[in-house]
């Protein structure tokens, strides 16, 4: 599996060191210095070969991580544990910077020791790693707590310990998506899609366990599990999903079966599920943009944009980027709503709107002075972009039942505090022109 470690910085020094297996030396460190961190061009690709050596490397601000192998592994696999590795040490001790690996060199070892066995890549979960592994170093444990430890670290619930209790139980769950679509210039939508994240926040006693469900009937089109008749029933309140992933806390089985989400939850903060939708979505803003060429010196650019949600919902920190032609030398803006200012290093006119209610309508009309040119090749139009965030999820899902079920301690779920909330933000949001 993984042969060795290295973390180094942007000067190619190495600051952490670990190998597992003899087939990787020394001189495995020089080569990645060599042919990435000092490459004369720039490195894209995130593996690289050098003399049948496979060196998988991420990259956090100024820091490199690389893992390297003479094998033929799992490439997804070991680019998951490292990943996995900086959100650990970002739980840890924060950013993840030269200076914070060098105070905390010790625990990065410790913490390497635990997450990575002859290469072999095991617990990985925060929270059970804080029980035994704290910032000082490994605790010394009475035979009770080193018995927790073991039954935790090998038993089947490996994310979430005994003994938590809290004077109110609570739970957060946040359905976070990000909605990207290109529109032509007639108002066709050419691609669209939404991508979602589950994100929960859990503070509950003991070992509970949850139930969560969505829209009735969640049908999975690649899976083809979904019929036509489970559509037709629930109407346009079901989505179809394309395709999720979820934390190793759900069961899956479960999840076939009877389309709800069960699982005990870690505790603190984490991402219950990721998924992706391309049908039905609910596109919040409609840009419906105009440019006439006056001549060869000027433009005249309009831009309505549409709010398409409930009156009753506001969206904030709307942005509107217009691009202008690169010899451009002035522009006159008038916009009945918010701010508009020509920005000539970005080569675009930015519109800013603090807020705006749903079914309503704002439009931004500039002129454009052009230099003249003798280039012949007409102006390329590149698409409008928006931002913004809206209070609703755009795939349309919606949550239907979040339970919490404790036989063991004397609360229920009535005695449970749950606060949903849907945000829903732009991708990538163009229209062309």
């Given at each position: 599996?993984?042969?060795?470690?290295?973390?180094?910085?942007?000067?190619?020094?190495?600051?952490?060191?670990?190998?597992?297996?003899?087939d990787?030396?020394?001189?495995?460190?020089?080569?990645?210095?060599?042919?990435?961190?000092?490459?004369?061009?720039?490195?894209?690709?995130?593996?690289?070969?050098?003399?049948?050596?496979?060196?998988?490397?991420?990259?956090?601000?100024?820091?490199?991580?690389?893992?390297?192998?003479?094998?033929?592994?799992?490439?997804?696999?070991?680019?998951?544990?490292?990943?996995?590795?900086?959100?650990?040490?970002?739980?840890?001790?924060?950013?993840?910077?030269?200076?914070?690996?060098?105070n905390?060199?010790?625990?990065?070892?410790?913490?390497?020791?635990e997450?990575?066995?002859?290469?072999?890549?095991?617990?990985?979960?925060?929270?059970?790693?804080?029980?035994?592994?704290?910032?000082?170093g490994?605790?010394?444990?009475?035979?009770?707590?080193?018995?927790?430890?073991t039954?935790?670290v090998?038993?089947?619930?490996?994310?979430?310990?005994?003994?938590?209790?809290?004077?109110?139980?609570?739970?957060?769950?946040?359905?976070?998506?990000?909605?990207?679509?290109?529109?032509?210039?007639?108002?066709?939508?050419?691609?669209?899609?939404?991508?979602?994240?589950?994100?929960?926040?859990?503070?509950?006693?003991?070992?509970?366990?949850?139930?969560?469900?969505?829209?009735?009937?969640?049908v999975?089109?690649?899976?083809?599990?979904?019929?036509?008749?489970?559509?037709?029933?629930?109407?346009?309140?079901?989505?179809?999903?394309?395709?999720?992933?979820?934390?190793?806390?759900?069961?899956?089985?479960?999840?076939?079966?009877?389309?709800?989400?069960?699982?005990?939850?870690?505790?603190?903060?984490?991402?219950?599920?990721?998924?992706?939708?391309?049908?039905?979505?609910?596109?919040?803003?409609?840009?419906?943009?105009?440019v006439?060429?006056?001549?060869?010196?000027?433009?005249?650019?309009?831009?309505?944009?549409?709010?398409?949600?409930?009156?009753?919902?506001?969206?904030?920190?709307?942005?509107?980027?217009?691009?202008?032609?690169?010899?451009?030398?002035?522009?006159?803006?008038?916009?009945?709503?918010?701010?508009?200012?020509?920005?000539?290093?970005?080569n675009?006119?930015?519109?800013?709107?603090?807020?705006?209610?749903?079914?309503?309508?704002?439009?931004?009309?500039?002129?454009?002075?052009?230099?003249?040119?003798?280039?012949?090749?007409?102006?390329?139009?590149?698409?409008?972009?928006?931002?913004?965030?809206?209070?609703?999820?755009?795939?349309?899902?919606?949550?239907r039942?979040?339970?919490?079920?404790?036989?063991?301690?004397?609360?229920?779920?009535?005695?449970?505090?749950?606060?949903?909330?849907?945000?829903?933000?732009s991708?990538?949001?163009?229209?062309?022109?």
């Open positions: 599996m993984i042969g060795g470690l290295f973390i180094y910085n942007h000067k190619g020094e190495v600051l952490i060191s670990r190998v597992y297996r003899d990787i030396g020394r001189n495995a460190v020089d080569a990645f210095r060599v042919n990435v961190i000092h490459a004369r061009q720039q490195v894209r690709s995130p593996v690289t070969n050098i003399a049948r050596t496979s060196f998988f490397h991420v990259k956090r601000s100024n820091i490199w991580l690389a893992a390297v192998t003479k094998q033929n592994v799992n490439a997804a696999m070991v680019f998951e544990f490292l990943y996995k590795m900086c959100d650990v040490m970002t739980a840890y001790f924060g950013k993840i910077s030269e200076e914070n690996i060098k905390n060199f010790v625990l990065i070892y410790e913490l390497l020791d997450i990575l066995d002859f290469g072999y890549p095991q617990n990985s979960e925060t929270g059970a790693l804080k029980t035994f592994i704290t910032q000082q490994i605790k010394s444990q009475t035979k009770e707590e080193q018995s927790q430890i039954s935790q090998t038993g089947q619930i490996g994310w979430r310990r005994e003994g938590i209790k809290y004077r109110r139980n609570e739970l957060f769950l946040d359905v976070l998506e990000s909605v990207n679509l290109l529109m032509s210039p007639q108002g066709q939508v050419l691609s669209a899609h939404v991508s979602g994240r589950v994100v929960m926040k859990s503070y509950l006693s003991g070992m509970p366990e949850c139930k969560f469900g969505m829209n009735d009937k969640i999975i089109d690649k899976q083809g599990k979904g019929t036509a008749d489970e559509t037709g029933k629930s109407g346009k309140q079901s989505i179809a999903i394309d395709d999720c992933t979820f934390h190793q806390c759900v069961r899956l089985s479960k999840f076939d079966s009877e389309r709800s989400i069960s699982f005990i939850p870690p505790d603190g903060e984490f991402e219950l599920m990721r998924y992706r939708t391309t049908k039905d979505i609910i596109l919040p803003f409609r840009v419906i943009p105009l006439r060429e006056v001549g060869r010196t000027k433009l005249e650019v309009k831009v309505v944009i549409k709010s398409n949600f409930k009156p009753s919902l506001l969206a904030q920190k709307i942005e509107v980027r217009i691009p202008t032609p690169l010899n451009t030398s002035g522009v006159q803006v008038i916009c009945m709503k918010g701010k508009a200012k020509y920005k000539a290093s970005e675009a006119i930015v519109w800013k709107i603090k807020r705006m209610a749903g079914m309503k309508e704002s439009q931004i009309s500039a002129e454009i002075e052009l230099l003249p040119t003798n280039d012949k090749k007409k102006w390329a139009r590149p698409p409008i972009s928006m931002n913004f965030e809206v209070p609703f999820a755009p795939s349309g899902l919606k949550v039942y979040l339970k919490v079920f404790e036989p063991k301690l004397n609360y229920s779920d009535h005695d449970v505090i749950k606060w949903v909330r849907y945000i829903g933000r991708g990538i949001y163009e229209t062309r022109c």
